[in-house]
């Protein structure tokens, strides 16, 4: 079990986080309610990782400079300011333009505030059970992942959806009190480790594991991202009310955490690898299931089987990014995995939704069932090598390519 002070620090992620989905769910349902098409709800959900795809790599370096205070502030404070805009001024009166904005303040911050925390959870971690220590966090994001949506679509029902943001600042505002009641342990760094010349951020993918990490990022990305953005859709479509569309959300939430509580046992009898094949090829069974239903109870299960899947690869994506990339780079190693990851999400939206306007949200799902597929095919054989590898007795540096 991580120490007192690393939970603290995850308490302040899980704050954030609840901000962050609850305003992308609550975003999506206003654009919706608002009779809003699937390609502008697939923009709203986009803008959340535009800006945080440009400045990803710059924020993990900056966090390598000063330390986790400094961006930590700064993230927080763009949430803040992203979600009083919906609040304060009426979609009637403002149309989508308070939304838009918001998703790119919100998006920004989190991502900002995320890497910050990730990388204290990794720097104090033991360097030989970090997929433990990141099961932690990642337990901290399935309970955000609950609470956000769940918590949001039954606020909208009772009070509206400004009424929702208003909530959503309020969290926020514990956020804020909670970092500043631990900036001790967030102190900027004295010193850091430097390579030995600059290098551009995709000269990391010159590294064989790290590259294989980050192509397993994307793909795991896109997974999270297509549930994200097309179970409100087909909830919609199929007639469910915006508290059932929170439930099924909120189900694929609770999955997750089940799953990363398991996670410390887990990754005493399972390779990282192991898991992500296990990820890969259990999102593409449960995707290729989504469209055949259609009302709440088995939509629920469905959901929950995904999150299960979904949820085991965090952890161990965190600590294999740990531990292959090189010295003194790690929080830039994060900004480009936040970089592919906010990519797929500015991607996956407008190209989903301009699709499913045209074919349908079965189609979306099941073309997501066969990239997954792919994806378990690709890293089962990249498995096998390292097996092949380490039988060999062959010699490697970490991050280093074979």
Known sequence: MPSLAVLRI?????????????????????????????????????????????????????????????????????????????ALFPYATADVAPLLVCSCLVGTGSTISLLAVQKVVGERAD???????????????????????????????????????????????????????????????????????????????????????????????????????????????????ASQIGLVMSSFALATFVIRLAMPQLTRRFSEWQVLIYTLFSSAFVFALFPFFTSLAPLLIVAFLLGLGLGAAQPNIMSLVHSRSPPGRVGEALGLRSTIINSSQVVLPLVFGAFGAVLGAAAMFWSMAAIAGGGGAAAMRWGMHRRDRHARASVSEPGESP
């Not at 697939?42 to 945080?52: D, E, K, Q, R």
């Not at 360097?127 to 992942?145: C, D, E, Y």
């Not at 909208?156 to 969290?171: C, E, F, K, P, S």
């Open 127 to 241: 360097p030989n059970n970090r997929a433990a220590a990141f099961s932690w966090l990642a337990l901290g994001a399935s309970v955000s992942g609950f609470v956000g949506p769940f918590a949001s679509g039954a606020l909208i029902d009772v009070l509206g959806h400004r009424a929702t943001y208003g909530a959503l600042i309020v969290v926020m505002l514990g956020a804020v009190w909670l970092l500043r009641a631990n900036r001790e342990l967030l102190s900027a760094h004295k010193g850091k480790e430097q390579p030995a010349a600059p290098m551009h951020p995709l000269e990391l993918l010159r590294h064989t594991e790290l590259r294989r990490v980050m192509i397993t990022t994307a793909l795991v990305s896109m997974s999270w991202d297509l549930q994200s953005f097309v179970i409100p859709v087909h909830g919609s479509v199929v007639g469910l009310s």
């Open 10 to 86: 995850i308490g302040i992620f899980v704050l954030a986080h609840v901000a962050f989905v609850g305003a992308r769910l609550t975003g999506t349902l206003y654009a919706l309610a608002n009779n809003a098409s699937t390609f502008t709800v697939g923009v709203i959900v986009a803008l959340f990782s535009l800006i945080p795809m440009l400045v990803a790599v710059h924020a993990g370096r900056w966090l390598d400079a000063v330390g986790p205070w400094r961006p930590l502030l700064a993230g927080v404070s763009l949430m803040l300011g992203g979600l009083l805009l919906p």
